[in-house]
């Protein structure tokens, strides 16, 4: 069994910066490719980033390029997301995802490909 836990959400204004954490447990030699999603209201769960603990490679959606950064520490079985230029566009609820491999940037940031998800943690910036 994988699990995965999120922490490190909040509210800032709109320029703000955040940094999000994941926390992996169970089977993590399963749980090679981690990924952050974001779900406003009304809209889709989304891919925002993911990550390769295998290569390190990094895959990012076209909207935060530049802004978000992902990174791990495999000692620690944790992933982060760093959120720098927060938009108000940028609020929503932030999950964790664990799938056992990465293999480019379409199938890393798609949802259905993850199948140990966290609960969730609010993001909120303010204009």
């Known amino acids: 069994q994988e699990y995965v836990v999120e922490s490190g959400g909040g509210s800032v204004q709109a320029g703000g910066s955040l940094r999000l954490s994941c926390v992996a447990s169970?089977?993590?030699?399963?749980?090679?490719?981690m990924g952050w999603f974001r779900q406003s209201p009304g809209k889709e769960r989304s891919g925002v980033a993911a990550i390769s603990s295998a290569s390190g490679d990094t895959y990012y959606a076209d909207s935060v390029k530049g802004r978000f950064t992902i990174s791990r520490d495999n000692a620690k079985n944790t992933v982060y997301l760093q959120l720098n230029s927060l938009k108000p566009e940028d609020s929503g609820v932030y999950y964790c995802?664990?799938?056992?491999?990465?293999?480019?940037?379409?199938?890393?940031?798609?949802?259905?490909?993850?199948?140990?998800w966290g609960q969730g943690t609010q993001v909120t910036v303010s204009p």
């Open positions: 169970g089977n993590t030699g399963s749980m090679r490719c």
């Open positions: 995802a664990a799938q056992r491999w990465c293999m480019d940037q379409d199938q890393a940031l798609r949802r259905y490909t993850y199948n140990s």
